[in-house]
């Protein structure tokens, strides 16, 4: 499970502590004092430190100072004797995460390395999922630096944040950065994508409900309120939910209490709420649609994600940043292609972007991905452009048809490909071979 130092100049308790420890899976290292902890430490990798304070040679606080400089910092838990408090103190200012009174029984120990290296493994799980996120949120423009150094400013606290952009922007990646670079990162983050779930189902999903609230309701069922506790709940289109929802949502968020349906007893929850719209709310207040007192307590720090129009800068590192994702080198997109993109307005923002470099690889194959490979697809055809097309004898399931063939030809037969082209799930490209009464084409 995790990689341990002991340190003890007892070699029986040492011991005794080790053997614990192993037989819970751990990996242990023991050192018989202080001056052997530190070249440990600086040799060998380490998830945690079980020191004692007070050891001939070097004591336990030039080890804990020790672990605590490493990169990330190591969690140390100090063992002291009875009647020496202060020095648990002292080591607690000087970064301890935990200590025990000695004498102390092995299931004391246990339980406090448990908790260690469960925190251990949340802030490491934290770290990773932040360098993940991180190139996802390219900044090389002014406008997305704005935006990243909001969000870094606004993580410590515990603010309300509501993120504003066009669908398509990376609002979801930037609530996920916020919290997994809070203090809230080891507990769990719940994403709820409000214009998903209609009013009855997103109230229960989200206050939960006891058995028998409504038809349907055989067990008593925890909501997402409650699921996040101590951690943070992202609430992705907010401004589709009706009037009636909004209530229950400011009621909570005045109180921070929320009241599952089919209950009475009004529960404690400790949750930061991130909400997301790309519906200007202040216009949705002036029309009545949405509540101003909802708005002002979502609105407490408010981060507005630039469109990829407004950052042309981003255009070229993001499109690199996919493609080293997929194990590509930005280098295989030439510089034809590279001006391609910075010329393209992307109305779908950094999803459209991703989705043309995806074609633009299935496209080139081994080749370069060329300018055409990421040219732009026609848009939706207006209704002048749809009246060309409407001549005597034009046969509507012959034009979907081909329309289908020429996508699975370019796609090289991959259909989840093919759907991407075609702007449609590969479920609904199933659907109309199946009613047009065609099988897979030979290609």
């Not at 004797?81 to 025990?100: Q, W």
């Not at 603010?159 to 769990?188: C, D, M, N, W």
């Given at each position: 499970?995790?990689?341990?130092?002991?340190?003890?100049?007892?070699?029986?308790?040492?011991?005794?502590?080790?053997?614990?420890?192993?037989?819970?899976?751990?990996?242990?290292?023991?050192?018989?004092?202080?001056?052997?902890?530190?070249?440990?430490?600086?040799?060998?990798?380490?998830?945690?430190?079980?020191?004692?304070?007070?050891?001939?040679?070097?004591?336990?606080?030039?080890?804990?100072?020790?672990?605590?400089?490493?990169?990330?910092?190591?969690?140390?838990?100090?063992?002291?004797?009875?009647?020496?408090?202060?020095?648990?103190?002292?080591?607690?200012?000087?970064?301890?995460?935990?200590?025990?009174?000695?004498?102390?029984?092995?299931?004391?120990?246990?339980?406090?390395?448990?908790?260690?290296?469960?925190?251990?493994?949340?802030?490491?799980?934290?770290?990773?999922?932040?360098?993940?996120?991180?190139?996802?949120?390219?900044?090389?423009?002014?406008?997305?630096?704005?935006?990243?150094?909001?969000?870094?400013?606004?993580?410590?606290?515990?603010?309300?944040?509501?993120?504003?952009?066009?669908?398509?922007?990376?609002?979801?990646?930037?609530?996920?950065?916020?919290?997994?670079?809070?203090?809230?990162?080891?507990?769990?983050?719940?994403?709820?994508?409000?214009?998903a779930l209609p009013e009855a189902l997103l109230e229960a999903e989200l206050f939960g409900y006891e058995k028998g609230a409504f038809t349907g309701?055989?067990?008593?069922?925890?909501?997402?309120?409650?699921?996040?506790?101590?951690?943070?709940?992202?609430?992705?289109?907010?401004?589709?939910?009706?009037?009636?929802?909004?209530?229950?949502?400011?009621?909570?968020?005045?109180?921070?209490?929320?009241?599952?349906?089919?209950?009475?007893?009004?529960?404690?929850?400790?949750?930061?709420?991130?909400?997301?719209?790309?519906?200007?709310?202040?216009?949705?207040?002036?029309?009545?649609?949405?509540?101003?007192?909802?708005?002002?307590?979502?609105?407490?720090?408010?981060?507005?994600?630039?469109?990829?129009?407004?950052?042309?800068?981003?255009?070229?590192?993001?499109?690199?940043?996919?493609?080293?994702?997929?194990?590509?080198?930005?280098?295989?997109?030439?510089?034809?292609?590279?001006?391609?993109?910075?010329?393209?307005?992307?109305?779908?923002?950094?999803?459209?972007?991703?989705?043309?470099?995806?074609?633009?690889?299935?496209?080139?194959?081994?080749?370069?991905?060329?300018?055409?490979?990421?040219?732009?697809?026609?848009?939706?055809?207006?209704?002048?452009?749809?009246?060309?097309?409407?001549?005597?004898?034009?046969?509507?399931?012959?034009?979907?048809?081909?329309?289908?063939?020429?996508?699975?030809?370019?796609?090289?037969?991959?259909?989840?490909?093919?759907?991407?082209?075609?702007?449609?799930?590969?479920?609904?490209?199933?659907?109309?071979?199946?009613?047009?009464?065609?099988?897979?084409?030979?290609?």
């Open positions: 499970m995790a990689r341990i130092l002991v340190v003890d100049d007892e070699p029986k308790l040492g011991k005794l502590a080790a053997e614990m420890l192993q037989r819970d899976g751990h990996a242990v290292v023991r050192a018989g004092g202080g001056r052997e902890a530190l070249v440990a430490i600086a040799a060998q990798p380490f998830d945690a430190v079980l020191t004692d304070l007070r050891m001939p040679d070097v004591d336990g606080l030039a080890v804990l100072r020790a672990a605590r400089a490493r990169k990330p910092p190591l969690e140390v838990v100090v063992m002291t004797a009875f009647g020496t408090a202060e020095s648990a103190v002292e080591a607690m200012k000087a970064g301890a995460a935990d200590y025990v009174m000695k004498p102390f029984s092995m299931d004391e120990l246990r339980l406090r390395v448990r908790r260690l290296v469960e925190k251990h493994g949340a802030e490491e799980k934290a770290r990773r999922m932040v360098g993940e996120l991180t190139p996802r949120l390219v900044a090389a423009s002014a406008a997305m630096r704005k935006a990243l150094e909001s969000a870094d400013r606004v993580a410590g606290a515990d603010a309300t944040v509501l993120l504003l952009g066009e669908s398509g922007t990376g609002k979801s990646q930037l609530a996920r950065y916020i919290h997994f670079s809070s203090k809230r990162a080891g507990a769990p983050l719940i994403e709820v994508h409000c214009a309701a055989t067990d008593r069922r925890r909501g997402h309120l409650s699921a996040a506790d101590g951690g943070t709940l992202f609430l992705d289109e907010i401004g589709e939910i009706t009037p009636a929802t909004q209530v229950k949502l400011l009621r909570f968020l005045q109180a921070r209490e929320l009241v599952a349906l089919g209950s009475s007893e009004p529960q404690k929850v400790d949750v930061r709420v991130i909400a997301a719209t790309n519906r200007d709310l202040g216009a949705a207040v002036r029309e009545g649609t949405f509540r101003e007192d909802f708005f002002y307590r979502l609105n407490v720090f408010a981060i507005e994600m630039p469109s990829l129009r407004a950052r042309p800068d981003d255009i070229v590192p993001l499109a690199e940043a996919f493609l080293q994702r997929h194990g590509v080198p930005g280098t295989k997109l030439s510089p034809a292609a590279r001006e391609a993109l910075r010329q393209r307005a992307f109305p779908g923002n950094v999803r459209e972007l991703e989705n043309a470099l995806e074609r633009g690889l299935i496209l080139a194959g081994e080749e370069e991905i060329a300018a055409e490979h990421v040219a732009e697809q026609a848009r939706p055809a207006s209704r002048s452009a749809a009246g060309d097309v409407l001549t005597p004898g034009f046969d509507l399931d012959s034009f979907e048809r081909d329309l289908i063939f020429a996508a699975l030809e370019r796609a090289g037969g991959n259909k989840a490909s093919a759907a991407r082209l075609l702007g449609i799930t590969r479920r609904r490209l199933y659907s109309r071979l199946h009613s047009l009464g065609e099988k897979e084409p030979d290609l």
